[in-house]
């Protein structure tokens, strides 16, 4: 945006009076008129200077930091401001506009909540760093800006202002619930961590030795043991299995997605889907997610591949934290469709607002695909539909009311 040195009464430059000094002055001639003149002359051309400079080589910007917060948390906007000239400045005045669903923390009564104001002289060549807090009460991902610097003349004639335009982004996770872990072993045939049943066998864990049967591979024969012992002994390996979780985030809160959204479902969902994901990472776990939401911002349908470690689940988190109430499609349509492209034998943890016959014929499905399979509603599942499930193997539950709370 342009500046625009400007009369704040008038709308008009201020040399209309120094001209008029001087026409009296030189018609008169009388030495107080002249003065009068000087002086209206020096006057304007210092309000003229000082003004049209009042912005000229400052250079302001805005961060966020953390940029990564669980919602309720306040991060600090921090506006550093340098006047890059010799010139100082009487007054400088910063207007940070905020985004839609970020707030000033404790607003006065008749406090704007759409802006944060603050306000300093500046001397030539100094650079101002001002920190202010702000609230994000929800999560999603927002951002802050533009930011509005005005300034003026020494003499308080003339103002000038400029918009500068930026964006710093803040993406809020999903508040934490008293949520308690639920864990499947997988299907998968790679040996991760130690179990008392598990698929295969790990050489990496050695227990002990047996004696020698039939059929024992030769390469598994201990020789040593065996020359100890004079009979041939069989190694013996701990089980062990793979440790991963898919997570199935369904948001559509009815059978017809398409017709209505419970906003409060969908955020039970997404939190307890969150802090699932959480405890899976913590425990080691690979973690992955699936959903039939919708992102906020790029009004997509997102997933994670996957993975381990801190990007995954930041992935993971990420997701959650933009994913809107509403569906692109009924879930069972949506995660049958993903079973391509889930790995083999992986387990998979449904999250959804309520268990309908569709989605739990689609559970079913899966468990036929290789993968075991957690359901994990919000609402209560009917007992036929439970046994149901349990019949063919698809492990269910419930979210307790004290697990909908906040954890503490």
């Known amino acids: 945006m342009e500046t625009h040195p400007v009369d704040p009464r008038t709308g008009r ?165 008293a949520v308690r872990d639920r864990a499947l072993a997988s299907l998968r045939p790679l040996a991760e ?59 559509a809160s009815y059978e017809q997605y398409w017709i209505q959204a419970d906003p409060e479902a969908a955020e039970l969902v997404v939190s307890a889907s969150a802090e699932l994901v959480r405890l899976a990472a913590a425990a080691g776990r690979q973690v992955g997610l699936v959903t039939n939401g919708i992102d906020n911002l790029t009004h997509e349908r997102p997933r994670s591949a996957l993975g381990r470690g801190p990007r995954s689940l930041t992935r993971s988190l990420e997701i959650l934290a933009r994913l809107g109430p509403y569906a692109v499609g009924a879930p069972e349509t949506v995660f049958l469709r993903e079973r391509g492209r889930l790995p083999w034998g992986a387990t998979l943890v449904i999250v959804t607002p309520r268990l309908g016959q569709g989605l739990a014929n689609a559970s079913i499905a899966l468990r036929r695909a290789h993968h075991r399979v957690l359901i994990v509603s919000v609402g209560d599942i009917p007992a036929v539909l439970g046994a149901h499930l349990t019949v063919h193997g698809v492990s269910h539950d419930i979210l307790t009311q004290r697990e909908r709370s906040a954890a503490v």
């Not at 698929?199 to 065996?226: C, M, N, Q, T, Y």
Request: aromatic content about 8%; some cysteine.
């Open 193 to 251: 961590t130690a179990t008392r049943r598990g698929l295969v066998p790990d050489p990496l864990r050695f227990r002990g030795v047996r004696p020698h049967r039939r059929g024992d591979a030769r390469k598994e024969i201990h020789w040593k043991a065996s020359a100890r012992l004079r009979e041939l002994q069989t190694k013996l390996y701990e089980p062990a299995t793979s440790l991963d979780s898919i997570f199935l985030v369904n948001v």
């Open 13 to 177: 430059f201020p040399w209309q009076a120094a001209v008029l000094f001087v026409a009296v002055a030189a018609l008169t001639r009388a030495p107080a008129l002249i003065v009068l003149a000087f002086g209206a002359v020096i006057t304007w051309v210092v309000v003229e200077i000082t003004g049209r400079l009042a912005l000229a080589a400052v250079d302001a910007r805005v961060t966020l930091t953390p940029d990564r917060i669980v919602a309720g948390e306040l991060p600090v906007a921090t506006v550093e401001i340098v006047n890059r000239k010799p010139v100082p400045l009487p007054w400088l005045d910063a207007r940070l506009f905020l985004g839609e669903g970020v707030e000033p923390p404790n607003p006065a009564p008749g406090m704007s909540r759409r802006w944060i104001d603050c306000g300093f002289p500046m001397r030539g060549r100094e650079r101002v760093v001002v920190r202010l807090p702000v609230h994000v009460p929800a999560r999603g991902a927002y951002a802050i800006g533009p930011l509005r610097l005005r300034a003026g003349d020494w003499l308080g004639f003339t103002q000038t202002e400029r918009t500068v335009q930026l964006a710093p982004e803040v993406i809020a996770y999903p508040a934490p619930l």
